[in-house]
T-cell receptor
Framework: KNQVEQSPQSLIILEGKNCTLQCNYTVSPFSNLRWYKQDTGRGPVSLTIMTFSENTKSNGRYTATLDADTKQSSLHITASQLSDSASYICVVSATDKLIFGTGTRLQVFP | GAGVSQSPSNKVTEKGKDVELRCDPISGHTALYWYRQSLGQGLEFLIYFQGNSAPDKSGLPSDRFSAERTGGSVSTLTIQRTQQEDSAVYLC??????????????FGDGTRLSIL
């Protein structure tokens, strides 16, 4: 069964700290993996897209990694800001569909 | 506009009524998707349009749900005889072309539907 699991479900950190969000998937055949940021009351916004051959991709303070062998991905946020408070959604693309994780809810406090 | 536009942003209606949700994709984007997001749940795929091809309706939960896309642009999602379990945020997304697997999807801010 195609599944995407994210951990932790929620996370609280202090402004300026780093954090790492995890995504494990059992999706076959694998096409690509995406991370989205979703602010409360808004639609998701794409952060990164990685194909099978890519093992890291950065977008500003966000760095995503992909290990296609272990079927794991992580999203690392450096020097967190209050505006990073949001849900982060991992999405894995199979041949003909996108499988969405339920997200990690991140709260950054001053 | 520059982004995907959805209307209304909020809709409250009584059980049993029909509702129509509208999506204006980014100009030039040929692929359009509808998703449903229930509280605390991941996005649930509903339907996908690509150009003039027959839509992928495999995610529609029942025959009360239907969608159309006129002229390859604006799309309308219709829910007939609404039930309380239909309460959710309905999100629309578009992407540049047919290669939906490697194209970023651009999402609207959704319509929050509440069924009383």
């Amino acid at each position: 069964k195609n599944q995407v699991e994210q951990s932790p479900q929620s996370l609280i950190i202090l402004e300026g700290k780093n954090c790492t969000l995890q995504c494990n998937y059992t999706v076959s055949p694998f096409s690509n993996l995406r991370w989205y940021k979703q602010d409360t009351g808004r639609g998701p916004v794409s952060l990164t897209i990685m194909t099978f051959s890519e093992n890291t991709k950065s977008n500003g303070r966000y760095t995503a990694t992909l290990d296609a062998d272990t079927k794991q991905s992580s999203l690392h946020i450096t020097a967190s800001q209050l505006s990073d408070s949001a849900s982060y959604i991992c999405v894995v693309s199979a041949t003909d569909k996108l499988i969405f994780g339920t997200g990690t809810r991140l709260q950054v406090f001053p | 506009g520059a982004g995907v536009s959805q209307s209304p942003s909020n809709k409250v209606t009584e059980k049993g009524k029909d509702v129509e949700l509208r999506c204006d994709p980014i100009s030039g984007h040929t692929a359009l998707y509808w998703y449903r997001q229930s509280l605390g749940q991941g996005l649930e795929f509903l339907i996908y349009f690509q150009g003039n091809s027959a839509p992928d309706k495999s995610g529609l939960p029942s025959d009360r749900f239907s969608a159309e896309r006129t002229g390859g642009s604006v799309s309308t999602l219709t829910i007939q005889r609404t039930q309380q379990e239909d309460s959710a945020v309905y999100l629309c997304a578009s992407s540049r072309n047919y290669d939906r697997e490697n194209q970023p999807q651009h999402f609207g801010d959704g319509t929050r539907l509440s069924i009383l």
